[in-house]
């Protein structure tokens, strides 16, 4: 695998690109609020198996810092755009996804909802940034704070998730046990594809932790998340989707919002978006027009 950092020309800012000789799938690697590119590279570790299943990772910071640093659009999305444009334009790629966490699962799934990334996005990996078909958050989802404080809008009652994307691609959500309610049995996505009702695989058992953690606070609260140890995820996939569209949930248990991702199912989601279906990025590859 090789490392860089590069440079886009067009805004001096800066991103992380990690990947292997001939790289056939890019990921494109958001981080979350209050987060960093750094930050990302261990929480959904990806580049790690650059070289195992040929992958390009490209892991950006977003510009805003105030309050905390966060993903906006006018912003970022240009930065976003010039990021992908690099990387497609150096790497003949077969597939692209984006992954993003937390406040990047939002941004990603904004995104979709652009003509540049619905025109050459083939996949979405929704890290704890919320599910097609939502999953309803722990009633004390969020980071500790003082008692009577406001919950944040996402733990409120009557909080709406955005529409689902009209751009054809497929999708897993991951999440951890402890921030979710529960996860639901039936998919809207699976539905729009046609796919088969869920299957349960065999949970992944991880010996090893995953590399980061939120280790900002003093005391652990399980829906944020404590510090990263091993663990086992369940894995469910909605077979026989049509176009062969991978579509799946995953549940990290005794895991909250930000323990990082630990190499096992971090591998097996990897195995996954590897085998789906692409190709949207080399149609549009030359495209000049941009929303």
Not at 172 to 184: F, M, N, S, V
Not at 250 to 263: A, M, S
Request: aromatic share 10%.
């Amino acid at each position: 695998m090789k490392s860089e950092t590069v440079v886009d020309p067009r805004t001096d800012r800066k991103f992380y690109l990690d990947y292997a000789d001939e790289p056939s799938t890019f990921i494109l690697n958001l981080h979350g609020g209050g987060s960093a590119g750094v930050w990302q590279r261990g929480y959904f570790p990806a580049h790690d198996f650059a070289d195992a299943y040929g992958l390009v990772v490209a892991a950006p910071t977003a510009l805003t810092d105030t309050p905390m640093r966060f993903w906006a659009a006018d912003a970022d999305d240009e930065h976003l755009r010039n990021v992908c444009d690099m990387v497609l334009g150096r790497f003949d790629v077969a597939s692209f996804w984006l992954a993003g966490h937390s406040q990047g699962g939002m941004t990603s799934r904004r995104l979709l909802g652009t003509p540049y990334f619905a025109d050459r996005v083939d996949g979405f990996i929704s890290l704890s940034g919320g599910r097609f078909g939502q999953a309803p958050m722990a009633d004390d989802f969020g980071p500790p704070r003082p008692p009577g404080s406001e919950r944040p809008p996402f733990a409120r009652r009557g909080f709406e998730p955005p529409p689902l994307p009209s751009a054809e691609l497929s999708f897993i959500y991951a999440t951890g046990e402890h921030e979710i309610k529960e996860l639901p049995s039936t998919s809207p996505w699976a539905e729009r594809y046609g796919a088969a009702a869920r299957e349960q695989l065999p949970d992944v058992v991880d010996t090893e932790p995953g590399q980061v953690y939120d280790s900002r606070w003093e005391t652990f609260k399980p829906s944020w998340g404590r510090e990263a140890r091993p663990g086992s995820a369940q894995i469910f996939v909605y077979p026989n989707a049509k176009d062969g569209r991978v579509i799946a949930d995953i549940v990290r248990l005794d895991k909250g919002h930000t323990e990082g991702l630990e190499p096992k199912i971090t591998e097996a989601i990897i195995k996954m978006i590897v085998g789906a279906p692409g190709g949207k990025a080399r149609e549009t590859i030359g495209a000049s027009s941009r929303d």
